[in-house]
């Protein structure tokens, strides 16, 4: 949780809230963790995206803010579901030129959920570097065959 230590060290609230969210969920659940970093101050809010979400699911998704600008949330969607998601999520967010960065990054059910969250949040860095003056969207779906990265990256030297 390198990456994410110190917004979490700044919000204890925040830090037992997904503590009890993780606790909750299934041992061999597979979500895709999805950040989203967007311009603070923006008329994008929480609220336009928590409509998003109701406009296409008929179930709530607890959505967690992780600091200013930046929320996360976890989808069980598949691989063709969770692109199609995200990008229609990107281009409904993108409107009048906002700078939007979206991450989705699958949980292996046999790691730490903390540390999917991490490398969520170290993918949506990457994004916001990669493309710093245009939206984006960068996933790490480990059931993508075709596609995926692979998580060497993230992984600390003495894992």
Known sequence: MDKLEP?????IALDNQLEDYFEAQDSYADPCLVCIKYQQGS???LASINQFLQSKFDHGIEIFTLDDGCIFFAL???V???KTFCTALLQQLAVDNLIVHISAFRHNPLGS???TLDWSFQLLQETKQRSPNNSAVSYNDFCDDDNWPGIEKYCDDDD
């Open 43 to 45: 008329r994008i809010t």
């Open 7 to 11: 917004l979490l060290s700044k919000n």
């Open 80 to 82: 063709k579901h969770i």
């Open 76 to 78: 069980d969607l598949s």
């Open 113 to 115: 959920p903390w540390e």
